[in-house]
């Protein structure tokens, strides 16, 4: 997740907040959903919850 942040923070650096909306947003919208689901299919819900650890852990 370091490396996903990092690849983030290319583009803003996001606080705890705006990265964990992030995830929420990966979950809600369904372009990004399909888009990361086609890595696999439970793609989307790791990612939603490995951002909340990570911002919870070093944001």
Known sequence: MKEHFE????FYTPTKEAYIGMGIFYK???DMKIFHNSYHPEMVNYLGDAIIHYAGSHL
């Open 7 to 10: 690849i983030a923070c290319r």
């Open 28 to 30: 809600e919208n369904d």
